[in-house]
């Protein structure tokens, strides 16, 4: 059984950064989702398990990167130019390769809260 624990959630202002992070088991490529209120959950970063390879929806190209600490067993999700309708709960999730991850992780963290104010 795989535990992912998010942390690194919060409110900050349009325009601010927050730097996600999430513990989990090595091994798996790990991703980020979000889901805002009334939405789905969708897709935003994914890193292979070496940390060579990411994907990112197209959403956070430019403003977000998804960087791994092997030796920690930590992956971090680093969000610039933050906008209010980033607002959501994000999700560290887990899987076998990014592209599969990206579609239909294996396992799932509880999420950490972010809110973006205009």
């Known amino acids: 059984q795989v535990q992912l624990v998010e942390s690194g959630g919060g409110l900050v202002q349009a325009g601010g950064s927050l730097k996600l992070s999430c513990a989990a088991s090595?091994?798996?490529?790990m991703g980020w989702f979000r889901q805002a209120p009334g939405k789905e959950r969708e897709f935003v970063a994914a890193?292979?398990?070496?940390?060579?390879?990411?994907l990112y929806a197209d959403t956070a190209k430019g403003r977000f990167t998804i960087s791994r600490d092997n030796a920690e067993n930590t992956v971090h999700l680093q969000m610039n130019s933050l906008k209010p309708e980033d607002t959501a709960a994000y999700y560290c999730?887990?899987?076998?390769?990014?592209?599969?991850?990206?579609?239909?992780?294996?396992?799932w963290g509880r999420g950490t809260q972010v809110t973006v104010s205009s």
């Open positions: 999730a887990a899987g076998i390769s990014t592209t599969i991850l990206a579609k239909a992780p294996n396992y």
């Open positions: 090595g091994g798996y490529a």
């Open positions: 890193i292979s398990r070496s940390g060579g390879g990411t």
